[in-house]
């Protein structure tokens, strides 16, 4: 959707997706704005709680089962597990997705991993294919006025145009953008230090694991340190993925991350989204 100022100020049902890398500030706007009225549709809950909920929990117990206490209590359905996910704390989907490298240290092959991934990315289509659902639910049951779509930083990875149409079509994008040295090498440290689940477009993954084995003198995934390669890979990643989220940013506005930093109530974001419009104006 794209605005004047003033359509933007009489837009009486706002509905907003944020757009950017993973720590950029989405889900902390996100939290904030729902703090004043709006329902925050977080994409990476859906995925975590509907559309990969059944595969994490199969993953759980089969590694339950190789536990004999465990295996005969799960047997004789005198125990259950199921999945605690937040909004806040993605833990499970992120231990499903894993990450690329020796089992020995907690790696997953790469077989494995690749069959990881598919499913992690078709979910996240499932989970943008339903936020015109959520809008209406969002306004018809719950009565939210406002809604804000807080998407995973892999949207700009799934190569499924019609995601971006129909968000396009259904929501105001706002691409928060990260413009300096510093501010990108703080993000990649956070990253780092706090990950939150990675999807590799294939042909990137393939590309990137063939540099790396070949720095390193290994012969295959499986000999690699999980954790070393996500550090080695994530720069890399972040970087291949600004041209593609300027691209998709061509059809809403964008913000950079220091002023996202400066928000601090609604009025704050108003002001800062009729900003971004009027620069494009």
Known sequence: MKFTVGEFRNWKQKKVTLL?????GKTYLSALLRRYGWYHYSGDYRIGTRYLDESILDLIKEQAMQVPFLSELLRNDWIYIRNNIKVSDLGPV???????GDPEFGG?????????????RDAEIAAMYDVPCFIDKAQKIYGYDHFVNDVG?????????????????????????????DEEQKLIARAQSDPKPLYYRPEFLVEQLKVYLDDNGLGYAAQMDPNAFTRWVFPRLFRSRIPR?????????????????????????????????????
Do not use: N, W
């Open 20 to 24: 950017g890398m993973s720590g950029v």
């Open 94 to 100: 992120l231990s499903f997705v894993g990450k690329l």
């Open 108 to 120: 997953v092959p790469l077989e494995d991993f690749q069959r990881r991934q598919a499913l992690y």
């Open 153 to 181: 930083g892999s949207l700009c990875e799934l190569d499924e145009p019609g995601v971006i149409d129909l968000l396009v079509e259904h929501t105001l994008m706002l691409y928060i953008q990260v413009t300096d040295a």
């Open 245 to 281: 989220y300027e691209k998709i940013a061509e059809q809403g506005y964008t913000v950079t991350s220091r002023e996202v930093a400066q928000v601090r109530d609604e009025a704050d974001f108003l002001a800062l989204l009729e900003k971004a419009i009027a620069r494009t104006a």
